[in-house]
């Protein structure tokens, strides 16, 4: 098993910036990778960043320029990178992992995320 917690969501005017943070414990041996997804009122969940095992990364065409996403192994924490906010990048934001072999997926408690215009 795996446990996430996620922490640095908050609210912010548009242009500004965040870093979220998602620390893993458990089984974290386990894990291949590693993102964020978020989920705005009414809409599907949808994925934001993700970064493997072997550090590649990829990105919602939304946010590719503006995000980054990045990891300290020592720590078993990955990070989300927000900058250049916009309105739209309001949402639940859920820390993700996926387990090597089982593909067994985690999901941390959300953080929010609002962004004023």
């Known amino acids: 098993q795996v446990q996430l917690v996620e922490s640095g969501g908050g609210l912010v005017r548009a242009g500004g910036s965040l870093r979220l943070s998602c620390a893993a414990s458990g089984s974290v041996s386990s894990i291949n990778a590693m993102g964020w997804y978020r989920q705005a009122p009414g809409k599907q969940r949808e994925l934001v960043a993700m970064?493997?095992?072997?550090?590649?990364?990829n990105y919602a065409d939304s946010v590719k320029g503006r995000f980054t996403i990045s990891r300290d192994v020592t720590k078993n924490t990955v990070y989300l990178q927000m900058n250049s906010l916009k309105p739209e990048d309001t949402a639940v934001y859920y820390c993700n992992a996926v387990a090597r072999v089982t593909y067994d997926a985690y999901w941390g408690q959300g953080t929010q995320v609002t962004v004023s215009s």
């Open positions: 970064i493997r095992s072997g550090e590649s990364t």
